[in-house]
């Protein structure tokens, strides 16, 4: 099955600073590469996503780039604010009919002031 | 919109108990995955059902059970609780096939004592 490892397992920065989390996953059939971003006690939500066809997507501070040759993925957060302080989880899947989610680790980001 | 919706939000049961847990997708969704998140862990899959039928199945002890009815909701039934099975269950739920992001309930705190 997928496995998804995620690096570093915590991030601290100062704010304004940018933010780096990577991934790698080791299916290579995996198509689809969402990131969430979880507060404590709360749910995870999506940030960003990305398709195996596309090789970078952005979002106003949020950019995911994927390498499919390199099976790897990450995510670049532009000018931390301190409510960018979160859990955020890599995560990869096969988009087949009842695929799941096999997500990475998670990296505490901690933004400080 | 619609969002996922967990019941209940918070269960305490005592060791050897029994529990259930309920999940509504949003509507039209026929793919549900349950995850289990241990404190400071990162979110581990259970089990799926796709189209009420069981899509997947991960780390899921032989003590649980799950299903997925007619109306695409989901129960998940774990018996003889145990003080490891303390932790925030999540629901979530996607269109299967394509590309879909899958979207978190709100989770199940569930405290074994």
């Known amino acids: 099955g997928e496995n998804v490892e995620q690096h570093p397992s915590t991030l601290s920065v100062q704010e304004g600073d940018s933010a780096v989390i990577k991934c790698t996953y080791s299916?290579?059939?995996?198509?689809?590469f969402p990131w969430y971003k979880q507060e404590l006690g709360k749910r995870p939500q999506l940030i960003i996503d990305?398709?195996?066809?596309?090789g970078e997507k952005k979002d106003q501070r949020i950019a995911v780039t994927l390498n499919k040759t390199a099976k790897h993925f990450s995510l670049h957060i532009t000018e931390t604010q301190p409510e960018d302080s979160a859990v955020y989880f890599c995560?990869?899947?096969?988009?087949?009919?009842?695929?799941?989610?096999?997500f990475g680790g998670g990296t505490r980001v901690l933004v400080k002031p | 919109a619609a969002g996922v919706i967990q019941s209940p939000r918070h269960l305490i049961k005592e060791k050897r108990e029994t529990a259930t847990l309920k999940c509504y997708p949003i509507?039209?969704?026929?793919?549900v995955y349950w995850y289990q998140q241990g404190p400071g862990q990162d979110p581990q899959f259970l089990i799926s059902?796709?189209?009420?039928?069981?899509?997947d199945k991960g780390s899921i002890p032989d003590r649980f059970s799950a299903q997925q009815f007619s109306d695409y909701h989901s129960e998940l039934n774990m018996s003889s609780l145990e003080l490891g099975d303390s932790a925030l269950y999540f629901c979530?739920?996607?269109?299967?096939?394509?590309?879909?992001?899958?979207?978190f309930g709100q989770g199940t705190r569930l405290t074994v004592v």
């Open positions: 509507p039209r969704h026929d793919t």
């Open positions: 995560a990869a899947s096969l988009t087949a009919a009842g695929n799941k989610l096999t």
């Open positions: 979530a739920s996607s269109l299967g096939g394509g590309f879909t992001e899958a979207f």
């Open positions: 299916d290579s059939a995996s198509n689809y």
């Open positions: 990305i398709r195996s066809n596309v």
């Open positions: 059902f796709y189209e009420k039928m069981q899509s």
